[in-house]
């Protein structure tokens, strides 16, 4: 018998030990990757663009497996893990998929995309709601940050398709998803601003995100579906310009943390720091755009390559995690903190 169990660990590869103790978190590395190829497709990168969309969806169809998997066989870890604010990364991730998928023409797949991610959306929120308190780390954000995907990728579904009802749809979505940027900004620990291991960038890109969901919902107004009257526009284009001014705020004052309090260590959470980074280039080349504020072009070019850089710099970390001999067990190390979910 002890041969047998020691046959069968020896047989288990590197690779699939480190995948089952993946946590959550990891769907941001999706998130970031997908981002960067929207970003990298504003900026007219287009070979880039589908490189990095690629390493996205490869990634997402491996956690897509995953999810499936927990939910099928360890039921009990899949409702642990649903209640932590991280699982809703695999909306996050799906919705930003769905929006390249659609500047690509593919709008049958983003409208699957979009469907997948708004029967999660309800499901994954209310369970990670409940279970809010004080003092939380940035992933706290991302119940903004799943709702706004589903604001940008209807908005720009919306326009693709000329659907109004899709539009208004994405817009209380909009504003639904500003109401739990502000409940969950009373539940942030601010503390992570200096000691986060990485999701704490969060607080800014759900900003991010929901100034690139304003600016989508202006661009889907046309003569053809009249979506929203002057007055209505008017207030839309303020918002989504204030938001990026709070959100460049937050980038600046994130960063300067980061100079202040290094933590250069490596951790799966700092896929959630290039997604903001990410996220708020793409929300300034989109906000340039639509808002007609040509020279915020360039600051968004700069935003991009810092992201891309910041992606890279992530990957190698990954990667040397990866291939590091494995330390051996210590006390009380399968005790897991609720932050890294």
């Not at 808002?291 to 360039?298: A, N």
Request: proline share 6%.
């Amino acid at each position: 018998m002890p041969a047998t169990t020691t046959a069968a660990t020896t047989s288990t590869s590197p690779l699939h030990t480190w995948w089952s103790q993946r946590p959550p978190t990891a769907g941001a590395a999706v998130m970031a990757t997908g981002i960067l190829s929207v970003a990298l497709h504003q900026t007219g990168h287009e070979t880039l663009s589908r490189i990095t969309l690629t390493l996205a969806c490869a990634t997402w169809l491996a956690l897509a497996g995953d999810f499936l998997t927990r939910l099928l066989r360890d039921r009990d870890r899949w409702l642990k893990e649903a209640a932590t604010p991280a699982a809703l990364t695999a909306i996050a991730a799906t919705t930003v998929l769905g929006t390249r998928f659609t500047t690509l023409g593919w709008q049958p797949l983003a409208k699957a995309l979009l469907a997948l991610a708004a029967l999660l959306w309800p499901v994954l929120l209310v369970q990670v709601v409940r279970h809010w308190h004080p003092r939380m780390p940035g992933a706290v954000f991302l119940g903004c940050v799943a709702t706004q995907g589903l604001a940008v990728l209807g908005a720009t579904l919306a326009a693709s398709e000329a659907t109004a009802w899709l539009a208004h749809t994405a817009l209380a979505l909009f504003w639904l998803g500003l109401l739990l940027y502000v409940i969950a900004l009373t539940r942030f620990d601010l503390r992570q601003v200096a000691h986060g291991p990485g999701d704490h960038w969060v607080a800014g890109g759900a900003l991010a995100i929901s100034a690139l969901a304003g600016s989508k919902l202006i661009a889907a107004d046309s003569a053809r579906l009249y979506l929203w009257n002057d007055d209505a526009d008017s207030a839309l284009r303020t918002v989504t310009v204030a938001l990026l001014v709070l959100d460049l705020a937050w980038y600046a004052a994130l960063l300067i943390a980061e100079i202040a309090w290094p933590r250069p260590r490596y951790d799966v959470r700092r896929w959630a720091t290039v997604f903001p980074m990410g996220m708020t280039a793409a929300a300034t080349l989109s906000v340039a755009a639509t808002v007609d504020v040509p020279w915020l072009k360039t600051p968004g070019d700069v935003l991009l390559w810092i992201a891309v850089a910041a992606w890279l710099a992530v990957t190698a970390a990954a990667l040397r995690a990866y291939t590091a001999p494995a330390p051996g067990p210590t006390p009380g190390s399968d005790i897991r903190s609720t932050t890294q979910r």
